[in-house]
């Protein structure tokens, strides 16, 4: 177990390292790393291997529009959120969806290639779902840190100090 904890712990901060480059940073075996990682891949632990793109720096695409909305969910007798949550996280417009503590029961990070489709999605398909009381959209404007990688280091000596 604690093997695969620091596979895992690798892997989530650099996905292209190699089995031999963990093996040789873990000190262990690489066909021993090679079948705990297939093991990992086919138990669905590991749900798929992903990059980190900053849009600012990038000039060949478009970049989409992404909103945080935040949900108020009635609970259904007997099955919870389960039900709306299935329904939810269906739309290909859903990135990502998570059930939180707190006011709102749902945070959803939605994708779309302007505003105007982010706020139909809200608007036509999400509030249209029973059960769900309301929602509270915010617009991502800049992206300054994303899944633990700072976008811009560079930029981290040009922040102003906080003072009281």
């Given at each position: 177990?604690?093997?695969?904890?620091?596979?895992?712990?690798?892997?989530?901060?650099?996905?292209?390292?190699?089995?031999?480059?963990?093996?040789?940073?873990?000190?262990?075996?690489?066909?021993?790393?090679?079948?705990?990682?297939?093991?990992?891949?086919?138990?669905?632990?590991?749900?798929?291997?992903?990059?980190?793109?900053?849009?600012?720096?990038?000039?060949?695409?478009?970049?989409?529009?992404?909103?945080?909305?935040?949900?108020?969910?009635?609970?259904?007798?007997?099955?919870?959120?389960?039900?709306?949550?299935?329904?939810?996280?269906?739309?290909?417009?859903?990135v990502d969806h998570y059930?939180?503590?707190?006011?709102?029961?749902?945070?959803?990070?939605?994708?779309?290639?302007?505003?105007?489709?982010?706020s139909s999605f809200v608007?036509?398909?999400?509030?249209?779902?029973?059960n769900i009381k309301g929602?509270?959209?915010?617009?991502?404007?800049?992206?300054?840190?994303?899944?633990?990688?700072?976008?811009?280091?560079?930029?981290?000596?040009?922040?102003?100090?906080?003072?009281?």
């Open positions: 177990m604690k093997l695969e904890k620091q596979i895992l712990d690798l892997l989530k901060k650099d996905s292209r390292l190699s089995h031999r480059e963990i093996s040789v940073r873990l000190g262990a075996n690489e066909s021993e790393i090679s079948s705990l990682v297939k093991r990992l891949e086919e138990d669905g632990v590991i749900a798929r291997y992903s990059i980190i793109i900053n849009e600012d720096k990038y000039e060949g695409g478009n970049e989409k529009v992404r909103a945080l909305i935040e949900v108020q969910v009635k609970p259904e007798g007997g099955l919870g959120f389960e039900n709306v949550a299935k329904r939810v996280s269906q739309f290909s417009n859903v059930l939180l503590s707190g006011t709102y029961d749902f945070l959803i990070v939605v994708e779309g290639d302007h505003i105007q489709e982010v608007s036509g398909k999400l509030s249209s779902i029973d929602t509270v959209t915010h617009f991502i404007l800049k992206k300054y840190k994303v899944n633990g990688a700072i976008l811009d280091p560079s930029d981290s000596s040009s922040r102003l100090l906080v003072s009281p």
